[in-house]
């Protein structure tokens, strides 16, 4: 696959010498995973990226990169807070039992932006569900390498 959106994540495998190394999928697994969670429409191009890259594993974030596990406790969270999503998404990290990061995977842009949503019942809720920092999916992968995190 050639690599438009994450250079720095091709250039940057592991988060130190003797660190941890991102492990991505193949062509295949990515084209499943769209099979299974986007109803066999492509994703966007930087998230096939990430998913080429550190689709299995990567060092930065929360989750380590495992799309199954991590979906899982994300539909069991939303069946809890009585949250309805209505549009496609695909949630790619956490950082919390009870926060996700994910992306719309209906606003047909290559690089989308990414967006927050808390699963906490409403009674619990002191924030919106769902917000954004009006960052793309790039420059949040390209925060946490240069931060190092």
Excluded at 14 to 35: A, C, H, M, R, W
Excluded at 65 to 75: H, N, P, S, V
Excluded at 121 to 127: A, G, V, Y
Aim: hydrophobic residues 35%; proline residues 5%; aromatic residues 16%.
């Amino acid at each position: 696959m050639e690599i438009e959106y994450l250079k720095l994540l091709e250039k940057t495998p592991k988060n130190k010498p003797d660190g941890f190394t991102n492990k991505g999928v193949s062509i295949s697994e990515i084209e499943n995973l769209e099979k299974k969670y986007n109803k066999g429409n492509r994703f966007p191009k930087s998230y096939r990226e990430f998913l080429f890259l550190a689709g299995k594993f990567c060092w930065f974030f929360h989750n380590g990169g495992e799309l199954d596990e991590l979906i899982d406790y994300f539909q069991r969270d939303l069946l809890y807070s009585k949250i309805e999503m209505n549009r496609p998404i695909v949630i790619y990290d956490t950082n919390s039992s009870d926060s996700y990061y994910f992306m719309y995977l209906d606003e047909g842009v290559e690089d989308p932006i990414v967006y927050y949503i808390t699963v906490l019942p409403p009674e619990e809720l002191n924030c919106e569900m769902i917000w954004s920092d009006e960052k793309k999916f790039s420059e949040i992968v390209y925060s946490c390498i240069k931060s190092g995190w």
